[in-house]
């Protein structure tokens, strides 16, 4: 350990005045691990049977935190910097929009994911945060309508990113069995680290793999677990952005009907671009599918008691479908 830091806390512990303390330079303030040190070895009464007295705490801590945020210049740059590379725990309450409050929140059912909110991969993937078109629609298989099309049923996500549908269809909806998929190899390996943190590593209840949209399927893996584990419903979050990836998608969604024509899709978005959900809708009805909106409007955010998102964006969910032929 830096022996600023060192110094410091033999200061810290022996009460010297806030005044004559040897304060850390601003490089070791603004780096997150030594913030982490600092509270450990200083303020954490768990890990420190002989603190100084709160009162000479709180005179230290106050100008402590001035420091450190003065360390920070560029918020921009501190976040590309060390932020990128942060894995956060993020905890979902999977609660049904206006159900009542628990009485022991402790119980409340939950998601927690390990997440990197401000990283986006190489491939461009945006896969290792949760997004506000997922939470939308977790909101909705949470409801009545939404949880029929889960329950006792075998699930395909298509790009599942953080695994938060697929999860959540798995531990709380009743799925009978689902496969969560994703088309970049870091974000399916992150994917499985949550599902341990979900107890979901083990058994058959939910399997993961790397499937990349517009490769024909039959002969694949995708046909052997579908023969397993006949497809009833498949969801996708926030995979209609990209312009340029939607004709693959729908190329797929073609050849998931070719192998199961009773399939119902379930595709939530958030329209940050009119042309580009337009240019997925189209494509969808060239294709011969039936395209319904589903009725389901979020709260806004004051409003919100559960799986809390920004609205200001308009978010939309297409139940997706095959026309008899």
Known sequence: ????????????????????LAWPPKQLLRDPDVQAWLYRRLFDPERNERLPPERYQLR?????????????????????TTAVQQKTYVTFSCIAPG???????????TVTLLERRHLISGSLTTGFRTWEAALHLGSYLLTADGSDLIRETSV????????????????????KHVTATDGD???????RENLYLNGLDHGETIVTSILRW??????????????????????????TYDKAGISALVATLR????MRPELKVI????????ETFETFRSACLRSKFTLDEVGFEPNTMREQTALFYATAVPLKILKITREAS
């Open 156 to 175: 395909l996500e298509l790009g599942a990113g953080t695994g938060f549908l697929s999860i959540l269809s798995a531990k709380h909806l009743e799925a």
């Open 99 to 109: 159900k009542r409050w628990s009485a022991d929140p402790e119980i409340e059912p």
């Open 214 to 239: 517009g490769r024909g399927l039959k002969g694949t893996w995708v046909e052997e677990d579908c023969e397993a584990w006949p497809y009833d419903t498949v969801i996708g979050a926030d995979i």
């Open 255 to 258: 050849f998931l009907f070719d």
């Open 185 to 191: 190899e870091g974000v399916v390996e992150a994917l």
């Open 1 to 20: 350990m830096d022996p600023q830091l060192v110094l410091f806390r033999r200061q810290y512990l022996q009460l010297v005045e806030p005044d004559f």
């Open 60 to 80: 230290v801590v106050k100008p402590l935190l001035a420091k450190i945020e003065a360390a920070i210049e560029d918020p921009e740059e501190d976040v590309k």
């Open 267 to 274: 595709i939530s978005g958030a329209v940050r671009n009119a």
